[in-house]
């Protein structure tokens, strides 16, 4: 059995392969208000952790207007 490495920087590719794109759009259709959050799971990125564990929106500076 494989198990999941939390310190894996390239996770999407490493569990997804070339699946996470389209995953991304599946998730994008049934969770339009990404509500549903997961570590390393589809869409995850999109979400920071605090110190005190409760989650943000990830705002990258170079997409975001």
Not at 27 to 51: H, I, N
């Amino acid at each position: 059995m494989r198990w999941a490495n939390v310190m894996e920087p390239d996770w999407q590719w490493s569990f997804f392969g070339p699946n996470y794109g389209r995953l991304r759009q599946i998730k994008a259709r049934y969770d339009p208000a990404r509500v549903f959050w997961c570590l390393q799971c589809v869409g995850s990125e999109d979400w920071t952790q605090t110190l005190s564990g409760r989650l943000c929106r990830a705002y990258d500076p170079l997409t975001t207007a």
